[in-house]
């Protein structure tokens, strides 16, 4: 079946330094989208990426897309206590949403 | 404020009761889904529905039942629940029930813990 992973499973970093976290699927996605859940809180959509080696940025959040469309990236430079979360991959293979089991995110002041 | 409400928030229930999850979509939506995120484990996708017909069972146990009566409103029952079932629930919409129109907006969750 569809599986969607994700590493690594918990990332601590100072704050300032940068973050990535990174999504593998077994299968071609047609495209993939990208969540942040606050602690407490609920997934928030951040991006999707369609096209092969699609490259995104949000301020200081990039994201890129593989160019086999199997695997993805979010990188976050500087990283501020306001990224605090985990952060969910969501691979679409069709039409449905397979998400990934996410990283969390801990930045130290 | 995502559009999508979920009622109630914190649910404790015994394994004997009868309880049932609600979620309520102001955005328009035709497609609506149910998730259960436990501890340490990927969002598990539960049911869908697009246009009031279920278009996917993740092969959820039947102690779970689901309800659309309309594109607005997604109902979760649940019955003869089991301690491991404690999780937390998401209500999910989107414009069209495909990936490719859109992404998931997501209810703030019922947190569910059976004793």
């Known amino acids: 079946g569809q599986q969607v992973m994700q590493i690594p499973q918990y990332q601590h970093v100072q704050e300032g330094e940068d973050f990535t976290t990174y999504c593998n699927s077994s299968?071609?996605?047609?495209?993939i989208q990208w969540y942040k859940q606050r602690p407490g809180g609920h997934p928030v959509f951040l991006i999707q990426l369609v096209k092969s080696g699609e490259v995104k940025k949000q301020k200081r959040l990039t994201f890129q897309f593989g160019e086999a469309k199997k695997n993805s990236s979010l990188h976050i430079t500087a990283t501020q206590t306001t990224d605090v979360g985990t952060y969910f991959c969501?691979?679409?293979?069709?039409?449905?949403?397979?998400f990934g089991t996410g990283t969390s995110l801990t930045v130290i002041p | 404020e995502t559009g999508v409400t979920q009622t109630p928030r914190h649910l404790v229930m015994g394994m004997t009761n009868k309880k049932s999850l609600k979620c309520e979509q102001h955005l328009g939506h035709n497609a609506m889904y149910w998730y259960k995120q436990s501890a340490k484990k990927p969002l598990e996708l539960m049911f869908v529905y697009n246009f009031k017909e279920q278009t996917e069972n993740n092969s959820v146990p039947s102690r779970f039942s689901p309800e659309c009566p309309n594109s607005s409103h997604l109902f979760l029952h649940l019955h003869t629940l089991q301690p491991e079932d404690s999780a937390l629930y998401l209500c999910a919409s989107n414009p069209t029930g495909g990936a490719n129109t859109g992404e998931l907006f997501f209810g703030e969750g019922s947190r569910l813990t059976v004793l």
């Open positions: 969501a691979g679409i293979p069709g039409n449905q949403f397979y």
């Open positions: 299968t071609t996605l047609s495209n």
